[in-house]
């Protein structure tokens, strides 16, 4: 039977272009190059290993160039995406990605560049790696970040090896790391992979940890804590500075998940709170796109005493001060203070070399520098903002949670598990309301898509009975948030049981077996 892909929605089972294929068909046709046939021997063997020669011609689709159009853009509309709709999946900070850092990062410059050039051939990227280091020591108040970890876990990750490098290096066999239980899951499985033996430490009432339950678990074995800040309820740890004393007191290290930081970007640092480690998640909260798997940043950042041990390659400048003049550190500076003195603009004469010189170094954690792309990108980001709105991003991104958890508390009534003062960047529900009604978190989700929403964040955080999780951020309007709202409304009053159990109705294809999808994953058509 044929299949019509139609105009609207999901179609999940359109040919691929292999089945579409004709024999003959050509999807371009040049005229010859003109060049005359080299005097190279016919036979490849003599230039290529012969294992390397392949027998047969590769099987590749014969179709024309329409047909590859339509083919590739009607697969372009299949996800639900940032560009296209509203998409508050809570923890995940989908936030628009601004097209002018796609641009940036398309530069031919830029995106042909190859890891093994010369440095003195890429000195500009060198500067831009190493300028942008030191705005995100500006932001966090830390000493030094290392861009090599490519993902928030793999920043964790290294985050705790250096941790565990520098108790060996002293003698001290600290085997345990906290992990309190509003933590994301990459925490505890990282501490594990690092060769520690996650803790865990339970929530307060409020979300919050408390100082008090915290002393009872300290002991010299504890190596660190593993703290999300903001946590993954979307509430600031007010006891932090607290916290980082008790386990300062106790020589342990205090480590922050910072893939949250949209929260309070250009507002606080975290040197203030007794932060020594931190991951930055770069395709979080600096506007590279991701979701898919696909390119990172978890840069990692440490306080001056374990500077030495961070990864391998860096940045190394030499030559004059090149502080002075650098566009994005005064920008970061004035931001958090507030200021408006523009410092000496003079450029200076620096070398920028990629160095190995750091005496602990946990080894490498890339195979080159770093995702050179995602870094341009979010230093894109932040020089397009300029210093004016970066404190801003954190401001709205908090006030859109915030609209959210009091129009959406009103409405699924009671099912706020925090509801005595304000959220940070996102907020989570039960879903003691949709209950009342007889749907459950999954429905809701499923009737969502109907009305153009992708689904929040569901059934996690694990501790919170049918958890919807919320995160607008900064990028959206309240339009669109009245909107979500309005759906969200409709669904809890007026939706029928009936109705929830066959949603999504809008799409080509409706309710997929999810578990099925996951045990006997189909990869081949
Ligand atoms: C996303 C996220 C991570 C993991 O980041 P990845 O880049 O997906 O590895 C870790 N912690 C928190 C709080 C997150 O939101």
Redesign the pocket.
Known sequence: MPKFPGIKGIFLDEDPLIRQSSKGVKGISIPGCGLKKSGLKKDESAYINAKYIRKNSPKLPEVSEPTVVRHFTRLSSWNMCVDSVFYPLG???MKYNPKINEKIASLENIKNLHPLMPVFSIQPVLKIVHDFNKVLCEFTGLAEFSFAPQ????G?FSGLKIIKKYFDLKGEHRKMILVPDS??G??PASSVLAGFTPVEIKTGKAGMLDAGELEKFISKDIAGIMI?NPN?FGVFEKDIKKIAEIMHQNGSFVYM?G??FNAFLGSAKVSDMGIDLIQL?L??TFSTP?GGGGP?S?AIGVVESLRDFLPVPYVKSSGEDDNNGNDAITITAMAINNSNDNKNKNCCRTFYELAEDKKYTIGRMAPFLCNFAVVIRAYAYLLSLGRDNIGSVSEIAVLNANYIKKKLGVILSGSDPFEEGFCMHECVFNDKGIEENGISTLELAKLLIDYGFHPPTVYFPKNIHGAIMIEPTETESIRTLDNFIKAVKEIRFKTKKSKAIKSPQRTKVGRVNEVLANKQPVFRY
């Open positions: 923890s995940c900070t993902a928030g876990a793999a964790e933590s994301h990459t925490n999300t993954t998940d893939a949250n998640n395709h979080k991701h990172g978890g």
